[in-house]
Nanobody
Framework: QVQLVESGGGLVQAGGSLRLSCATSGRTFSRSAMGWFRQAPGKEREFVAAIRWNGYDTYYAESVRGRFTISKNGAVNTVYLQMNSLKPEDTAVYYC???????????????????WGQGTQVTVSS
């Protein structure tokens, strides 16, 4: 059974930081690209960041570039999203997701991710 379990969400003031974690089953993690998406109330789920299985190639939405960092630890099958300089507009439910790793793919496409976690709430107060 493939499972993705997010944790680390919470309430933080603007300018603060949070680190989200996504624990995955081994079968999901090996040779998969991992992504983080978010969904604010009344809005569509949007791409935030992605990392290829090699752990070196990373991709970011323009809205978070320079503030968020995606990383992974293969030893514990976990993907992280370090979020710094948080803004109220970052408030959303954050989801991690897995997809096949393909050279040259567009990792921002939500439709290509076949496995999803249950989400973790991030609230940034002004």
């Amino acid at each position: 059974q493939v499972q993705l379990v997010e944790s680390g969400g919470g309430l933080v003031q603007a300018g603060g930081s949070l680190r989200l974690s996504c624990a995955t089953s081994g079968r999901t993690f090996s040779r998969s690209a991992m992504g983080w998406f978010r969904q604010a109330p009344g809005k569509e789920r949007e791409f935030v960041a992605a990392i290829r299985w090699n752990g070196y190639d990373t991709y970011y939405a323009e809205s978070v570039r320079g503030r968020f960092t995606i990383s992974k630890n293969g030893a514990v099958n976990t993907v992280y999203l370090q979020m710094n300089s948080l803004k109220p507009e970052d408030t959303a439910v954050y989801y991690c997701a897995a997809r096949p790793d393909v050279y040259g793919a567009d990792y921002s496409r939500r439709i290509d991710y076949g496995y999803w976690g249950q989400g973790t709430q991030v609230t940034v107060s002004s």
